[in-house]
């Protein structure tokens, strides 16, 4: 698996793109903890690994 700040800022934009089209069809939660835990379960079949030391917050 590829850490997230491995990537490329282009790569990591173009991610975060296609996580915002998933992510308007989901239920909204206003939890951090909760939008990092499903960041991850969305990269993670993408062979991105995704944690909270990736996040703003860590």
């Given at each position: 698996?590829?850490?997230?700040?491995?990537?490329?800022?282009?790569?990591?934009?173009?991610?975060?793109?296609?996580y915002d089209i998933e992510?308007?069809?989901?239920?909204?939660?206003?939890?951090?903890?909760?939008?990092?835990?499903?960041?991850?379960?969305?990269?993670?079949?993408?062979?991105?690994?995704?944690?909270?030391?990736d996040s703003a917050k860590g």
């Amino acid at each position: 698996m590829t850490r997230w700040k491995e990537l490329s800022p282009e790569r990591q934009m173009d991610l975060r793109a296609a996580y915002d089209i998933e992510m308007a069809r989901q239920t909204n939660t206003c939890s951090i903890d909760e939008k990092i835990a499903r960041f991850a379960e969305w990269l993670a079949p993408q062979g991105v690994a995704f944690g909270m030391e990736d996040s703003a917050k860590g």
